[in-house]
């Protein structure tokens, strides 16, 4: 996919923040769209499908947390990356927003040309031509093609990193993927994370999937049982 066919939503209350970060993300030739509200931001992401949505947190009639969550309702948006952009570094804020659905958080302020390197990393992460396979472990099913998983026949829903990061553990179950290995695979070596963000997504896993299925291996990192 070319640049000039990608589509980044910027979704921010502060017009300097969508001119500076539309301004160079428009230089890198990629199409940009913005909205000042969460309530405006769902409604063009539904309608332009973007790569890419970079949202706010504090917003007026709908805040970013909600938003995200709206978003990953949508099935038109499963395949999205959805960012916060956001001035607020609290822990709670970080652990709302994956809640929600979100697959990376970038803090206010960055630099204009280290924001444009990560979203070129983020959207590395976007399939454009998702390779087909189904994997069966025990009662669970994963449908990579479809980022689709079913336990003991219901149809449980991830967010993308979620999937990503359960894909990963259970393409070789037994092995122990090293907290590095992870981080570079689900969210590429280019794309700076907290060091409790593989932590919160397993926790979420445990809870959806269960506990059983994953162990961590202290100092290490984490891997499938089956």
């Not at 909205?35 to 992401?45: F, I, P, Q, R, T």
């Not at 038109?76 to 809640?99: H, N, P």
């Not at 590395?124 to 079913?150: C, H």
Request: charged share 35%; aromatic share 6%.
């Amino acid at each position: 996919m070319n640049k000039k066919d990608i589509k980044i939503l910027l979704v921010d209350d502060e017009p300097d923040i969508l001119e500076i970060v539309g301004y160079n993300l428009s230089n890198e030739g990629y199409q940009i769209i913005t909205a000042e509200n969460g309530s405006d931001g769902l409604k063009k992401a539904k309608k332009e499908l973007p790569q890419l949505i970079i949202l706010d947190v504090m917003m007026p009639e709908m805040d970013g947390i909600e938003a995200c969550e709206q978003i990953r309702k949508v099935p038109d948006l499963k395949d999205t990356i959805v960012t916060f952009l956001t001035a607020r570094g609290e822990d709670y804020s970080q652990l709302a927003g994956f809640d929600a659905g979100a697959d990376d958080y970038i803090t206010k302020p960055i630099k204009p040309k280290v924001l444009v390197s990560k979203v070129k990393a983020l959207l590395r992460r976007f399939k454009e031509d998702t390779v087909s396979s189904t994997v069966k472990i025990g009662n669970l099913v994963i449908d990579r093609e479809e980022y689709k998983i079913s336990l003991k026949g219901e149809e449980i829903i991830l967010p993308r990193k979620e999937f990503e990061l359960l894909s990963l553990l259970t393409s070789k179950p037994g092995k122990v993927f090293k907290r590095d290995e992870i981080l570079d695979k689900v969210w590429g070596n280019e794309v700076i994370v907290g060091g409790r963000t593989i932590d919160v997504h397993i926790r979420k896993l445990r809870e959806k999937i269960g506990d059983e299925s994953f162990k961590t291996v202290k100092g290490v990192g984490y891997k499938f049982v089956d």
